[in-house]
């Protein structure tokens, strides 16, 4: 499932992929899979994607009802 | 006597092969770490990629241990043996670059490139020099030289999946 919160968050900094990707210390094709639903991160991930973008886990990550 | 100097020959290239590995990674990663750090998802990708290429390589080995039983493999064993290799060097590669988890965190692909066209130019340049100086085949079996080509070859591979991948995801950004 696309993880359209995330890419919506990042855009709203005005952050690119690689940019979100340098600043949680992962590579840039990483970012893009979480986006797409390609790649399910560990919570350590989730946690310092949440930090930079200024989120919770539940605005970014928890399933929607 | 011959042996001993073919093995003592062996063993200073396996020695002389370590340090320049060293020295090309040592120049190819951006942090001049001897480590290459993959990201947890490509540390993942190359984990499935490690047992992929593990099964093909028993596969390999197997089918090796039935054709040898039935007929004798003109090949000298080193050459077998690097073949073994070879197969499971191009599997994990593969895999490894289709699913983003070949070039690590601190690699500067454009340094690799450069190091690995070098190293496959002297592969070749090896390959070509046996074959002129007719030590390629010798009493109907493959020499040494031929892991030369091999090694060439390999790299030949790994450039073109790299190529297409580039491509591929270009097209789909």
Redesign the interface.
């Known amino acids: 499932m696309k993880n359209l919160r995330l890419k919506a968050a990042r855009a709203g900094l005005d952050m690119s992929q690689d940019d979100l990707a340098k600043a949680v210390g992962v590579s840039r094709q990483t970012i893009s899979a979480i986006e797409k639903g390609d790649y399910n991160p560990t919570i350590n991930l989730c946690i310092s994607i949440c930090r930079v973008l200024g989120k919770t886990l539940d605005e970014l990550f928890w399933p929607q009802e | 006597m011959i042996n001993n100097f073919r093995m003592i020959g062996l063993a200073v290239g396996i020695v002389v092969g370590l340090i320049v590995c060293i020295v090309v990674f040592r120049i190819v990663n951006t942090n001049k770490k001897l480590t290459t750090d993959y ?4 540390e993942r990708a190359r984990g499935k990629a490690f047992k992929y290429a593990f099964y093909a390589m028993m596969i390999y080995e197997a089918l090796l241990c039935v054709i040898s039983s039935g007929i004798e493999i003109p090949a000298e064993p080193i050459v077998i043996h690097f073949s073994v290799i070879f197969v499971g060097v191009v599997v994990l590669s593969i895999i490894c670059i289709a699913k ?1 988890a070949f070039a690590g ?1 601190n690699t500067n692909m454009k340094r690799y490139t450069i190091v690995m066209v070098f190293v496959t130019l002297i592969n070749i340049l090896t390959a070509i020099m046996a074959v002129s100086g007719g030590i390629m085949v010798e009493d109907g079996k493959l020499q040494a030289p031929f892991c030369n080509l091999l090694c060439a070859v390999l790299f030949i591979v790994i450039y073109a999946a790299y190529g297409i991948k580039q491509l591929s995801d270009r097209r789909d950004d």
């Open positions: 990201d947890e998802r490509q983003d965190q």
